[in-house]
């Protein structure tokens, strides 16, 4: 049974991450990661610059089917992160995130990236819904196009973008038009469901103190939106432009929708938060079993074959 797979050139030995933002912002969470053999590959907290403490408590919240986050980018510092996927022996590849506070911080991250020894990928975090004031940028076509034109002219590394959830068949379109005109490495879709709500009704009070209680929406109640990104994305994107599938995953089932939609990697992240590591070794088994059940020897024997009714 093989559950290996690649972004670009870079071999995985399974196709599970962390979620961007789970189990990934200090040290010891990395090294634990590095360690853990049940997840093929990691990626870093989104890095700004500076070390940033994030947003007020309480920002995380656990739901019935999910979770509800305001973190706000709490993170090390850019130069943390880049120190940790520069020294630290790879037993696996690592992703190293960047989120900017601003598109000329997103540009002079990527400028230290690409003139630093790193040779790894990198991720464009385009969606955190958290920052207040901020809004997610991969929601602005025309900003995200004049962004990455800008950044493919200096940029020659391997570069993701990560995503937020799009609702609409046109705004599928509209995306795919743009981020096909560039040699992105891969999309990672989807980040949380932007500016959610939860009710707590005892108290009749939000439950997340940031933003008056609006946060992002992950976990098992993502999955449909997660699925359908995916899906849209892998139909209209270049074939060379990879995708990881990230929401919703909580059992191996669901990570089999992800690789039926077209997901190249699948990550986790409320089920890892909530369950601990273990959730990958459980996921992977579950995964095993199913294709075991349906003969399938590799991911490529049904990665993006998700049939239609006719
Ligand atoms: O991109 C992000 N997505 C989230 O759901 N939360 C974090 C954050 O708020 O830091 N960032």
């Given amino acids: 049974m093989d559950l290996s797979s690649k972004i670009q050139n870079v071999k995985f030995e399974n196709l599970f991450l962390n979620a961007s933002g789970i189990h990934c912002q200090t040290k010891e969470e990395l090294d634990d990661l590095m360690n853990n053999s049940y997840s093929g590959g990691m990626v870093t907290k989104s890095a700004t610059s500076n070390h940033r403490f994030g947003n007020p408590l309480p920002r995380y919240h656990s739901l019935p089917s999910g979770s509800i986050n305001s973190m706000g980018l709490p993170n090390?510092?850019?130069?943390?992160?880049?120190?940790?996927?520069?020294?630290?022996?790879?037993?696996k590849p690592i992703i190293l995130s960047v989120a900017g506070m601003s598109k000329e911080e997103d540009l002079e991250l990527l400028h230290q990236i690409q003139d630093s020894d790193y040779q790894g990928l990198t991720e464009l975090n385009l969606s955190c819904p958290n920052v207040i004031g901020k809004p997610q940028m991969a929601y602005d076509f025309q900003g995200s196009d004049i962004m990455l034109n800008e950044i493919f002219k200096f940029f020659k590394k391997p570069l993701g973008i990560k995503l937020p959830p799009y609702f609409d068949l046109v705004h599928f379109d509209k995306i795919a038009s743009i981020l096909n005109q560039y040699p992105l490495s891969h999309v990672n879709t989807i980040n949380s469901i932007g500016n959610g709500m939860w009710v707590d009704i005892e108290s009749e009070k939000v439950v997340l103190k940031p933003k008056g209680?609006?946060?992002?929406?992950?976990?098992?109640?993502?999955?449909?939106?997660?699925?359908?990104?995916?899906?849209?994305?892998?139909?209209?994107?270049?074939?060379?432009?990879d995708i990881i599938g990230t929401g919703g995953v909580t059992t191996g089932r669901d990570a089999f929708a992800h690789i039926l939609c077209g997901a190249n990697m699948v990550s986790i992240g409320t089920q890892v938060y909530e369950e601990g590591l273990g959730a990958f070794e459980r996921i992977t088994s579950e995964l095993k079993e199913i294709m075991n059940s349906k003969g399938y020897h590799s991911l490529d024997d049904f990665r993006g074959k998700l049939k239609t009714i006719e």
């Fill in 76 to 91: 090390e510092g850019f130069d943390f992160y880049l120190d940790y996927v520069t020294r630290t022996e790879q037993k």
């Fill in 213 to 241: 209680g609006f946060g992002g929406i992950g976990g098992a109640m993502a999955l449909p939106t997660a699925l359908a990104n995916v899906r849209a994305l892998r139909q209209r994107l270049n074939s060379s432009i």
